[in-house]
């Protein structure tokens, strides 16, 4: 792939997601546009960019997107954000609230906000509460494996037999073990795709806590700006913004006041 193509593909990934793709991604993106590329029966990346700049409804775009944007997840990954969340959602729910709104705004195949719904399940088992949770993610291919909630075993390594029991239902298939979330879980998550390079979004809010963890890191200083205040909006007064370890908002003006490392009050 020349250098012209290149900064061409970039900029298209910077337009339509917000992803910064730096010095050095030369590598990343031959590898992953050459998927699409296998897919369509096209040879030369030239030809594959001329496709996706002459399809009109931009559908090629969207399967660009999955392609280049990172996907790797666990679940419960960075563990004590799952803490903090049973923590305080345990307060609210000891002081009476009862309504609890969440959003995971980087759901990628779902682990996280499957984890998020695990969580409260445990947390608020005994109370009679109203529980949303909101996923999103750029990618429809990723957004169809959330909806799926379909697992391999090794995806769930470290997830204790009493969780995997209360809310997974075991099959095997081709000599592999799989685990699909139970419907309890399933009905406490809405996914769908919102491009977080784009404020403002539809959602009304307010929210009580949103996870936006190891995304904003492909952003560059000006997007993750205008995400982090439209996620301020979004978010109740007392309400928390939780980012990945590898991220926080320092550069960035906002109101948000640190709790600790990765995580942002309101």
Same mark, same amino acid.
């Not at 309504?99 to 759901?107: G, P, T």
């Not at 977080?196 to 959602?203: E, R």
């Given at each position: 792939?020349?250098?012209?193509?290149?900064?061409?593909?970039?900029?298209?990934?910077?337009?339509?997601?917000?992803?910064?793709?730096?010095?050095?991604?030369?590598?990343?993106?031959?590898?992953?546009?050459?998927?699409?590329?296998?897919?369509?029966?096209?040879?030369?990346?030239?030809?594959?960019?001329?496709?996706?700049?002459?399809? %009109?409804?931009?559908?090629?775009?969207?399967? +660009?997107?999955?392609? !280049? $944007? #990172?996907? &790797?997840?666990?679940?419960?990954?960075?563990?004590?954000?799952?803490?903090?969340?049973?923590?305080?959602?345990?307060?609210?729910?000891?002081?009476?609230?009862?309504?609890?709104?969440?959003?995971?705004?980087?759901?990628?195949?779902?682990?996280?906000?499957?984890?998020?719904?695990?969580?409260?399940?445990?947390?608020?088992? %005994?109370?009679?509460?109203?529980?949303?949770? +909101?996923?999103?993610? !750029? $990618? #429809?291919? &990723?957004?169809?494996?959330?909806?799926?909630?379909?697992?391999?075993?090794?995806?769930?390594?470290?997830?204790?037999?009493?969780?995997?029991?209360?809310?997974?239902?075991?099959?095997?298939?081709?000599?592999?073990?799989?685990?699909?979330?139970?419907?309890?879980?399933?009905?406490?998550?809405?996914?769908?795709?919102?491009?977080?390079?784009?404020?403002?979004?539809?959602?009304?809010?307010?929210?009580?806590?949103?996870?936006?963890?190891?995304?904003?890191?492909?952003?560059?200083?000006?997007?993750?700006?205008?995400?982090?205040?439209?996620?301020?909006?979004?978010?109740?007064?007392?309400?928390?913004?939780?980012?990945?370890?590898?991220?926080?908002?320092?550069?960035?003006?906002?109101?948000?006041?640190?709790?600790?490392?990765?995580?942002?009050?309101?």
């Amino acid at each position: 792939m020349d250098r012209k193509t290149f900064d061409k593909f970039r900029n298209i990934v910077y337009e339509k997601s917000g992803i910064s793709l730096g010095e050095g991604k030369e590598a990343l993106v031959m590898a992953r546009v050459s998927k699409r590329m296998r897919v369509l029966g096209i040879s030369g990346f030239t030809e594959y960019l001329k496709y996706v700049m002459q399809d %009109e409804t931009e559908d090629e775009i969207v399967n +660009l997107l999955d392609v !280049i $944007s #990172t996907n &790797v997840t666990s679940f419960f990954r960075e563990p004590d954000h799952f803490e903090f969340l049973h923590n305080v959602v345990s307060e609210w729910s000891a002081s009476g609230h009862k309504r609890f709104r969440f959003w995971s705004a980087a759901s990628s195949s779902g682990e996280e906000p499957y984890s998020m719904a695990i969580t409260l399940m445990e947390t608020l088992r %005994e109370s009679k509460s109203d529980v949303k949770i +909101l996923a999103t993610d !750029i $990618s #429809t291919r &990723v957004l169809e494996k959330c909806k799926s909630g379909v697992y391999e075993k090794s995806k769930l390594a470290g997830v204790s037999p009493l969780i995997l029991d209360r809310y997974f239902e075991s099959s095997r298939e081709g000599g592999k073990t799989f685990y699909r979330a139970k419907d309890l879980l399933k009905d406490l998550i809405t996914f769908t795709r919102i491009n977080l390079s784009a404020p403002s979004f539809p959602m009304q809010g307010p929210l009580d806590v949103v996870f936006c963890r190891n995304v904003m890191i492909y952003f560059d200083k000006a997007t993750r700006a205008k995400l982090v205040a439209e996620i301020h909006r979004l978010l109740k007064k007392g309400g928390y913004l939780i980012v990945g370890h590898s991220e926080s908002l320092m550069g960035i003006e906002t109101d948000f006041k640190v709790i600790k490392p990765s995580i942002y009050k309101k």
